[in-house]
Each structure stands twice: as structure tokens, then as C-alpha cells.
């Protein structure tokens, strides 16, 4: 990732965002300032990635479905940090390359939920976010974006809310199942709450 090249179109976004969206960002103080963190979100629609991104304080890096990763897009992607991620089965490369970043002590950003949810309601999140900031040892920031999905907004408008929670320590956790579990359970309560506290569903 060139952080310049980074800085520079998170300017442009958060301009354009707080323009045409009203971008609102909640408890950005929330992201540690260094060490590995997983930006754990729920997950509305394609915006997501870009809203979130632009709200926090530190560059994200973020895994995203292989099929986002198209020609031209794909590179944009890729030069902003992503990197892709075959759902369906364990993409070995996508785990060791996000492993890789938090030992680099850099910022990863997952939707546990693995898809999208247009009705804004949390879907079940999948272990594998957790299991990786504890392999990783990581902080997870929660996190809620909220009025993503523009087809559901009133007036014309729209109203995007990123909210970032209070970091969950996942420090002294062995990685077992049952750690795992409770962890993944921990953070999806938290989105919950973030969710209902700033007008969601």
C-alpha cells in the first residue's frame, strides 16, 4: 500500500462522503493509534468498505470477496490494500496473508457476517473473524455502519453513520472453540448495541 497514495484518496472521499452522504463518524478516538487491530463491521452494502475506510483514523486493509476483484477495479482495490478472499471454503492464502498484516502491526478490516445484509438487521457471524485477531493478537474494534443501503433511506438525502466501539481484548485467549464462540458472541452483541444506540434496526 502507498500510504500517500492512500491519504490522498481518503481526503477526496471523506470531502465527497460528508457532501453527498453527510458521512457521520462516531468514536474514531476508539481505533488504538498502533499495534495489530481487526476492524470488525457489520456489513449493509458495497459502500461499506469505502465509508469505513474513510472514517478511521488508520489505514484499513481490507478482505473482500475474490469476485469484487475484476480488471482495473481489482488493481484500484488491491493499490488501496484490499486483497481478496474465496468464501466458501478456507482460502489458506487470504488467512496467512491477513495474519501477515497483523504481525506487521497493521489495521484488517472484516465483515463477519461474510455477505451482505440489505435490511440492516445483523446476520450470524462466521468464526473465522475472531480466530484470526486471536492467532493474530489483535485488538477488534466493533464496529456499525448505518443507511449504507441508499434504496432505504427517506428523502433524498442520505445519512451514513460509522460508529466505532470500545476495542475487545482477545489477549491471554488460547484459540480454542469455545474462545472462539464467546469472543465472536461478544462482538456481535457489541455491533448490536451500536446499532440500536445510533438509530438502527
Given at each position: 500500500m502507498n500510504l500517500m497514495w492512500y491519504r490522498f484518496v481518503q481526503l477526496l472521499f471523506r470531502v465527497l462522503f460528508s457532501?453527498?452522504?453527510r458521512l457521520e463518524t462516531?468514536?474514531?478516538?476508539?481505533?488504538?493509534?498502533?499495534?495489530p487491530v481487526v476492524?470488525?463491521?457489520?456489513h449493509v452494502s458495497l459502500l461499506d468498505p469505502p465509508m469505513i475506510g474513510t472514517a478511521a483514523?488508520?489505514?484499513?486493509?481490507?478482505?473482500?470477496?475474490s469476485e469484487l476483484f475484476v480488471p482495473v477495479l481489482?488493481?484500484?482495490y488491491r493499490s488501496l490494500g484490499a486483497f481478496p478472499v474465496h468464501r466458501g471454503a478456507a482460502d489458506t492464502h487470504a488467512i496467512r496473508h491477513a495474519l501477515k498484516l497483523l504481525k506487521d502491526r497493521k489495521v484488517l478490516g472484516i465483515f463477519?457476517?461474510?455477505?451482505?445484509i440489505r435490511t440492516g438487521k445483523l446476520?450470524?457471524?462466521e468464526p473465522g473473524a475472531m480466530a484470526i485477531a486471536i492467532k493474530g493478537k489483535a485488538q477488534v474494534v466493533p464496529t456499525a455502519i448505518l443507511g449504507s443501503n441508499l434504496g432505504a433511506q427517506k428523502g433524498f438525502w442520505p445519512h451514513i453513520k460509522v460508529v466505532f466501539g470500545q476495542p475487545i481484548s482477545v489477549f491471554g485467549a488460547?484459540?480454542?472453540k469455545k474462545d472462539t464462540e464467546a469472543f465472536t458472541e461478544e462482538l456481535m452483541g457489541e455491533i448490536s448495541r451500536l446499532i440500536k444506540e445510533n438509530g438502527g434496526i
Amino acid at each position: 500500500m502507498n500510504l500517500m497514495w492512500y491519504r490522498f484518496v481518503q481526503l477526496l472521499f471523506r470531502v465527497l462522503f460528508s457532501i453527498f452522504f453527510r458521512l457521520e463518524t462516531i468514536g474514531r478516538e476508539n481505533i488504538p493509534h498502533e499495534g495489530p487491530v481487526v476492524i470488525a463491521s457489520n456489513h449493509v452494502s458495497l459502500l461499506d468498505p469505502p465509508m469505513i475506510g474513510t472514517a478511521a483514523s488508520r489505514p484499513i486493509h481490507f478482505m473482500a470477496k475474490s469476485e469484487l476483484f475484476v480488471p482495473v477495479l481489482g488493481t484500484l482495490y488491491r493499490s488501496l490494500g484490499a486483497f481478496p478472499v474465496h468464501r466458501g471454503a478456507a482460502d489458506t492464502h487470504a488467512i496467512r496473508h491477513a495474519l501477515k498484516l497483523l504481525k506487521d502491526r497493521k489495521v484488517l478490516g472484516i465483515f463477519p457476517e461474510g455477505h451482505r445484509i440489505r435490511t440492516g438487521k445483523l446476520g450470524k457471524a462466521e468464526p473465522g473473524a475472531m480466530a484470526i485477531a486471536i492467532k493474530g493478537k489483535a485488538q477488534v474494534v466493533p464496529t456499525a455502519i448505518l443507511g449504507s443501503n441508499l434504496g432505504a433511506q427517506k428523502g433524498f438525502w442520505p445519512h451514513i453513520k460509522v460508529v466505532f466501539g470500545q476495542p475487545i481484548s482477545v489477549f491471554g485467549a488460547e484459540g480454542s472453540k469455545k474462545d472462539t464462540e464467546a469472543f465472536t458472541e461478544e462482538l456481535m452483541g457489541e455491533i448490536s448495541r451500536l446499532i440500536k444506540e445510533n438509530g438502527g434496526i
